[in-house]
């Protein structure tokens, strides 16, 4: 039997794993790949309610526990920490701490993670869109810093240090079906909703995050048994969600409507024209 293959997400806070592509990780775990998570921070600047601190420290120590107890739910092989601080929302004081993710140096963050590249030797890469899904500043800095990192782990000329050089195949973006949310975003506003103080914390600006296009290249479409094991994860990130996966309202209808699929935007190899790929190792040798 050949070696099991690998798939690395990287990301920003615990949660982002689960949130965003946790049935894809889920499924690709269950097949028998390797799955790893780098998580850019600890999430220490998220709200949480005070029942949820209780035998916990600090936020970033209960963030870490809902991380390890997701990982564990979605069969995750590792989580490896970048070890930056949460930066919080766009314009928030957070965003200026020494140790801030989105201050760091794109380059500095991008070097972390080529060391970690040259070890785990992941042929397909998944990361945040280039607006951070919906603009946090965290996940647009890990993506960039993925999108440098990607093609400086194949150059034996950069970083030495850490070992041979290695090509990952694939980097994709896990991007949202914006038509539908397009349309979703009009309906909510008909609805009355402030589409634009949206989420839990109410930083979600729905309406900018619908503004962007990209491209739709792959789309997996998510077993039962993926997304039951994702709901599974969800639970673990209390702190963050209301358990589980919302059933009622206009979030409940995107669920039940759209929830089975995941779509990503396939930066590299770059594609041009139309592509309908339904693996996201489809080709990798
Ligand atoms: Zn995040």
Do not use: W
Not at 43 to 53: N, Q, R, T
Not at 110 to 119: M, T
Not at 121 to 133: M, N, R, Y
Not at 180 to 202: E, T
């Amino acid at each position: 039997m050949n070696a099991p293959k690998t798939l690395l997400l990287t990301g920003a806070h615990p949660d982002d794993e689960t949130l965003g592509v946790g049935a894809t990780l889920a499924q690709y775990a269950a097949a028998g790949y390797k799955v790893y998570y780098i998580c850019g921070t600890r999430g220490e600047v998220g709200e949480v309610a005070p029942e949820f601190m209780q035998g916990y420290a600090s936020i970033a120590d209960l963030r870490t526990y809902e991380l390890k107890c997701a990982a564990e739910a979605l069969g995750l092989a590792d989580v490896i920490y970048l070890g930056y601080r949460d930066s919080g929302m766009a314009g928030m004081e957070d965003n200026k701490h020494p140790n801030a993710l989105a201050a760091a140096p794109v380059e500095e963050v991008a070097r972390r993670i080529v060391e970690i590249i040259r070890r785990l030797k992941p042929e397909v890469i998944i990361t945040s869109d280039p607006i951070g899904g919906y603009g946090h500043p965290d996940h647009i800095a890990i993506h960039r810093a993925t999108v440098m990192a990607f093609s400086a782990a194949g150059d034996p000329q950069k970083y030495p240090e850490y070992g041979p050089a290695f090509q990952p195949q694939k980097l994709y973006f896990h991007v949202f079906p914006f038509r539908f949310l397009k349309f979703m975003v009009k309906a909510m506003q008909f609805f009355g909703r402030d589409v634009h103080h949206m989420g839990r914390n109410k930083d979600i600006d729905l309406a900018s995050f619908v503004e962007p296009e990209f491209p739709v290249h792959c789309v997996i479409r998510l077993k039962k048994k993926s997304l039951e094991t994702r709901n599974r994860a969800v639970v673990c990130h209390a702190s963050q969600t209301s358990g589980g996966a919302p059933r009622r309202g206009l979030f409940g209808m995107i669920n039940r409507l759209f929830g089975h699929r995941d779509c990503y935007m396939r930066a590299e190899p770059p594609v041009k024209g139309r592509l309908h790929e339904r693996d996201l190792f489809e080709g990798v040798k």
